[in-house]
């Protein structure tokens, strides 16, 4: 297991932990806004590890809290675009090459039930847009890859109590609960097949 993180300093105690609970786990960092930084994580995790089988694209940022669509700060619009949507695409467009030479893949782009076009609302206005396209890619790429043995899938793990919770890092991991969790499962044959819980999820 790979973890990856913008600091190597952050990584380090998390890699422990891991470790003592008697995982296989490596830190590498990453900044998924800097194509440099993408293409030489995959290029260390192949070099170490001989492949790449899974990807986990859950990087990401709110800053716009309180933003409005007809007035927005664009300079937050694109550094959440850029970390958001783009830094997931750099992740798959440097991993999907190694997971081809093996005939195997998966792909979890991490969205937000923010991100659902059926509940869309006007707050967090660049995270919403942001994490609805990223749902839009990860259907893209699953048609894409149809049939080559690389799965593309999105889910949602409900509010976490992260440093993205605005502060509400005290929550207990059984409050918020009533927020949407969901996973989409879109199959080989591409986007048209069946989904795994609430069908809702791609019908953004």
């Known amino acids: ?29 990453l900044d998924v806004t800097d194509p440099a930084s993408v293409a030489r994580a ?16 859950n990087a990401g940022v709110a800053i716009d809290r309180g933003q409005r669509a007809a007035s927005p700060d664009f300079e937050k619009v694109a550094a959440t675009l850029n ?7 750099r992740c798959c467009s440097a991993a999907i090459p190694e997971m081809t030479k093996n005939g195997y893949g998966r792909i979890v782009n991490v969205s937000s039930h923010l991100a659902s076009l059926k509940n869309m609302a006007d707050t967090n206005v660049s995270y919403r847009v942001s994490k609805a396209a990223l749902n839009a890619l990860t259907r893209v790429l699953a ?18 109590a992260t440093r993205m919770a605005y502060g509400e890092t005290s929550r207990g991991p059984t409050e918020g609960a009533d927020t949407p969790i969901w996973l989409a499962t ?4 591409g986007p048209s097949g069946g989904f795994f819980a609430d069908r809702q999820l791609l019908e953004w």
């Open 1 to 29: 297991m790979v973890l990856a993180g913008r600091s190597e300093h952050s990584l380090a105690p998390v890699v422990e932990k891991l470790r003592q609970q008697g995982c296989s786990a490596v830190g590498q960092q």
């Open 42 to 57: 995959v290029a260390d995790t192949v070099g170490q590890l001989g492949r790449l089988d899974v990807l986990v694209n």
């Open 83 to 89: 970390a958001n949507l783009m830094g997931a695409w």
């Open 143 to 160: 048609s894409e890859l149809a049939g080559t043995g690389i799965l593309v899938n999105t889910c949602s793990p409900g509010r976490m």
């Open 186 to 189: 879109l199959p080989d044959d």
